[in-house]
């Protein structure tokens, strides 16, 4: 088990995803090879080398915090007349996702007020990224209800057996508060 996953399995340093301890991580290594550097100056070009790809890290991960904070929901998924959105989490390699879209076809069939999208988990970095951030996606398959507005108003692991999911998701339409 690596450092990384030790502090987010058991929440050493609190409520911290894996780039921000990839971020410390990097800061301590950086200050520690600066610090070997000036005892001998064969590490020099190797840690500017390493601190140029620390502070890559730093930007990349700024730079996709600053996105998920402006993210414009309508300028992906445009509503329109629809009342609901319903994003489908799933996986081309995830066994338990193919009965799961056929709960979710179902439902679209049924529901005329719903907008289904479905989301590969291998497009996730190329265009959906911030929404998959935005409602903190990370189990195939996964069923969220979002409203006009973009705010969540549940967000489910899918049941294997499609028909308990759509009488979860029916449960959820008749009563959308709960």
Not at 28 to 46: E, K, M, P, Q, R
Not at 59 to 75: E, L, M, N, P, T
Not at 83 to 111: M, N, W
Not at 133 to 158: D, F, H, W, Y
Request: with cysteine; aromatic share 12%; glycine share 4%.
């Amino acid at each position: 088990m690596g450092i990384v996953s030790l502090f987010t399995k058991y929440k050493i340093l609190g409520d911290l995803n894996k780039y921000s301890l990839i971020l410390i991580y990097l800061g301590f290594s950086t200050v520690l090879l600066l610090a070997f550097s000036f005892l001998d100056l064969s590490y020099l070009i190797f840690n500017l080398i390493f601190l140029l790809i620390s502070t890559y890290f730093v930007y990349f991960i700024v730079s996709k915090k600053r996105r998920a904070r402006g993210y414009d929901f309508d300028g992906i998924f445009p509503l329109k007349e629809k009342e609901y959105l319903l994003v489908e989490f799933s996986s081309i390699y995830c066994a338990g996702c193919l009965p799961i879209r056929s709960a979710v076809d179902t439902i679209s069939k049924q529901y005329s007020n719903i907008q289904v999208v479905q989301i590969e988990a291998k497009d996730i970095e190329s265009k959906y990224i911030d929404l998959v951030q935005k409602l903190r996606l990370s189990v195939t398959p996964t069923i969220c209800l979002l409203n006009k507005n973009g705010e969540l108003i549940t967000k489910r692991i899918a049941h294997l057996n499609p028909e308990i999911t759509i009488k979860n998701l029916e449960r959820v339409l008749r009563d959308p508060i709960s």
